[in-house]
């Protein structure tokens, strides 16, 4: 199945207003619209249970709406909802080695980094008291649990690399995330056993930055 259905299901769900969740969403908010489209940020089909969900980018803000969508025996919406902003990635801090040389420890592709010395900013007038490199492989709207295993999936083509840095440097997985404050229970963020095993065998901590955005449910 092509993601076209789903997409326009999905669209039609945002136009009509069908669930009373939908409405009360878009009664505080807007999704980003192009070409006079809301615009998709992702459709998501990777789920066991053949299930997709389709992320929108809600004006002004970080977090996403999305909706659920079943696929068999056709396609229809499940249930509405927001999903937060995820963003997790390998941090690897140093205030001995250059951004280039914790790059060299590792196979890894580095997606983020500057150098001891460097400006904060273009415009700052700060400068970094330590270099940074980060390996963020999966930066698409996605829910925490599956960011994280995709993640780990990635550190782990590289072992001997990843020893280095936690070795030699001050690595740690990061998680930033932006939840809707809707009606002020935001909920949290769940790591499984594997998940657990899986980072104590690269010898891996995890850390949280959280923050709220948006509008209040009426």
Known sequence: MTDTLIIQKAIEEIETKTFGVTEQLLDIHQVVYENDQPRVARVDTE???????????????KFYLVIYLDTKPQVSVRSIGTENYNSV?????????????????????????HCKGDKRGKNGSTYWKYSKVCFEPNPEPDEFEDKLKKLLDVLET??????????????????????????????????????????ANLNLSIDFDLSVGGNLYK
């Open 47 to 61: 789920k066991e249970d053949g299930s997709a969900i389709v992320y929108f980018p809600v004006k002004d803000e």
């Open 89 to 113: 990635y390998l941090g690897v801090c140093s205030e001995m080695f250059s951004m280039q040389e914790l790059t060299e420890m590792t196979k890894l592709k580095v997606t983020e980094g």
């Open 158 to 199: 590289d072992k001997e690399g990843i020893k280095q840095l936690v070795e030699k440097a001050d690595a740690c997985i990061q998680v930033a995330q932006v939840f809707h404050i809707g009606n002020t229970m935001i909920g949290g963020s769940f790591i499984d056993n594997e998940s657990i095993k899986r980072m």
